[in-house]
């Protein structure tokens, strides 16, 4: 079954615990935690801190997508903060292999992920070496923008690439502008992971519905 992570981004950080076991007890798959820089995107975001809370409010498995520069200096707290998965971006990675190497030294679950605008090719040679591959399907930096519609047909490509290489565990992550219409052509291609943000926490009836309609809009169910 295809998992659901929603992206804490566009909760109400005023209430993080209680968004967070609301999204668990909706049937979330997993946690995303965007941690942002300012530097590599325009925004900045959440660190080990709020990271460790969220650790705290919920059992689920902890997605945390690095958008930051010199990520190798940051890994140790985000894993000693509860991280299950730790997602670095190509662009940010002069030795990556390296990195991802030291990400399960530090017994944390390994993922890369590329900008719109960066070929696939980038990753190509690391993917054996991965837990997670994430197609980011809007530019980093915020939530609520719309899903870039060339994504579809990168992870149909990255799906390819996963089967020839016979990386049946790979997991393939999607991220940005998922929401009922993007879901169903998103899961098609071929993603296991959906990441969402503001359709999920920015859901007028709330995150639980939103969740369940989302779930109904990949299962092919009426809403
Ligand atoms: C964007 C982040 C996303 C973001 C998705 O840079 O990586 O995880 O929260 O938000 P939505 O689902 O609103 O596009
Ligand atoms: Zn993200």
Request: a negative charge; one cysteine or more.
């Amino acid at each position: 079954m295809v998992k659901i992570a929603p992206s804490i981004l566009s909760a109400d950080f005023g209430r993080l615990a209680e968004q967070v076991s609301e999204a668990e007890e909706a049937g979330a798959d997993w946690i995303h935690v965007d941690v942002m820089d300012g530097s590599f995107v325009p925004n900045i975001t959440i660190g080990p801190a709020v990271t460790e809370a969220v650790r705290s409010a919920t059992d689920l498995p902890i997605d945390v997508h690095l958008m930051i520069k010199n990520p190798d200096q940051h890994l140790s707290a985000f894993a000693d903060a509860g991280a299950d998965y730790l997602t670095v971006h190509q662009e940010t990675c002069v030795h990556l292999h390296r990195t991802i190497d030291s990400i399960r030294g530090l017994g944390v679950k390994p993922g890369i992920t590329l900008n719109p605008a960066t070929p696939l090719k980038a990753i190509e040679d690391i993917l054996s070496y991965v837990d997670l591959a994430l197609v980011m399907s809007v530019n980093p930096g915020f939530g609520g923008q719309s899903f870039i519609s060339s994504s579809t047909e990168k992870i149909k490509n990255l799906k390819n690439m996963i089967e020839q290489k016979g990386l049946k565990d790979l997991e393939l992550e999607v991220d940005g502008g998922i929401n009922l219409d993007t879901a169903a052509p998103a899961v098609s291609a071929g993603s296991t992971v959906l990441v969402a943000g503001s359709a999920i926490f920015g859901h007028p009836e709330g995150i639980s519905e939103a969740i369940r309609h989302l779930r109904k809009a990949v299962t092919g169910e009426p809403v």
